[in-house]
């Protein structure tokens, strides 16, 4: 792990991972890897190099597909272990009764995630423009809904009024010294206050054309406004909630591959540290943070689904574009 923001994300069931799926017990490995072929994801020089082993082949698949993508720019936001098989389940402890042969995932799962603290950037954007800071934070926002999960502001909600309900009640029984929580408005700072509103999508571009070329604030912007529109370029297809009950019928978590928060131990901090301490000690199995499924008896459902996760790689290398020209982030290093 590199030294700096980042969080090492504790395992569940670390002895049963599996790098790659589905194993050797996959009976229809070959008509998968056949259609991988025909839906032109698979190369046929990939399956000479396998020996006919199908899923050396599929392996070989999706290191191709992954290796398009700056590796360094994703390792920034986190690091990542991929499945492609019969289940999503990467750190698992499900039996094979679970799991749809005519059912494929492609699934992302982060095994490190990154933290980015927004203050320092929204005060490089205030010396620009007070309403810089509030534009910046609304395209970063919708850059990353649908695509990547993170954990933000909207998080905090239960844990403040749980720690404020906490407060009021020590303050009533008589004890001293208490520390009122922080409120989200606090953590978020002067630049995001009500009355600094972001500037209208229509007035944005102009903003970002004014200012000087090789700017560090243009070039903050202008990597947020990619992201921006790489996110509206596809619209995000997941799973169906029903499917996901199928497979996570006690409920289940996703460990976020970014935390969006303002400054160290900020409200956002604290609230993640508190979700992740519930996460590992209430039960519930760990879902992967993306998911793609697909048919894989379909050539054509098979390349849409590898089109959902490229797309995912294109916003993760977006992401961590972003995340390197911001001041105050250390990312994380790239995995070796």
């Not at 404020?164 to 208490?178: H, I, N, R, V």
């Not at 379909?298 to 849409?304: H, R, V």
């Not at 995340?323 to 250390?330: E, I, K, R, S």
């Amino acid at each position: 792990m590199a030294t700096g923001t980042a969080l090492a994300v504790p395992r569940l069931a670390h002895g049963a991972l599996e790098p790659f799926q589905p194993s050797y017990t996959y009976s229809d490995a070959f008509g998968l890897a056949r259609n991988l072929l025909l839906a032109g994801i698979g190369r046929p020089e990939d399956w000479e190099l396998a020996k006919g082993d199908p899923v050396a082949f599929m392996l070989r698949t999706v290191e191709r597909v992954a290796a398009g993508f700056n590796r360094k720019a994703i390792d920034g936001v986190a690091h990542v272990d991929i499945l492609f098989g019969t289940s999503p389940y990467i750190s698992s402890w499900h039996e094979k009764e679970y799991e749809n042969p005519d059912r494929v995932f492609l699934a992302v799962e982060a095994t490190q995630i990154s933290i980015v603290y927004l203050r320092p950037t929204l005060e490089l954007l205030a010396k620009v423009h007070p309403r810089l800071p509030a534009t910046f934070y609304r395209t970063v926002l919708e850059g990353v809904y649908s695509w990547i999960l993170s954990y933000d502001e909207s998080a905090c909600e239960a844990f403040y009024e749980w720690r404020l309900e906490a407060y009021e009640e020590a303050k009533e029984s008589g004890e001293e010294g208490l520390e009122k929580p922080q409120t989200i408005e606090t953590a978020k700072g002067t630049w995001l206050a009500r009355r600094y509103k972001p500037l209208p999508a229509t007035k944005t571009d102009a903003a970002i054309e004014a200012l000087k070329p090789g700017a560090k604030a243009r070039a903050i912007l202008d990597a947020a406004r990619r992201l921006h529109t790489l996110a509206k370029a596809r619209e995000r297809t997941r799973p169906y909630c029903d499917m996901w009950d199928e497979y996570y019928p006690n409920g289940s978590f996703s460990v976020p591959f970014t935390i969006l928060a303002f400054h160290e131990q900020d409200l956002v901090c604290q609230a993640f540290q508190s979700d992740e301490e519930d996460w590992m000690n209430g039960g519930e199995q760990q879902s992967p943070a993306f998911a793609t499924a697909f048919s894989p008896n379909d050539p054509d459902s098979i390349a849409n689904g590898f089109e959902e996760f490229r797309h995912f790689l294109r916003m993760m290398e977006a992401l961590g574009d972003l995340l390197a020209l911001l001041p105050g982030c250390d990312i994380l290093e790239e995995q070796k």
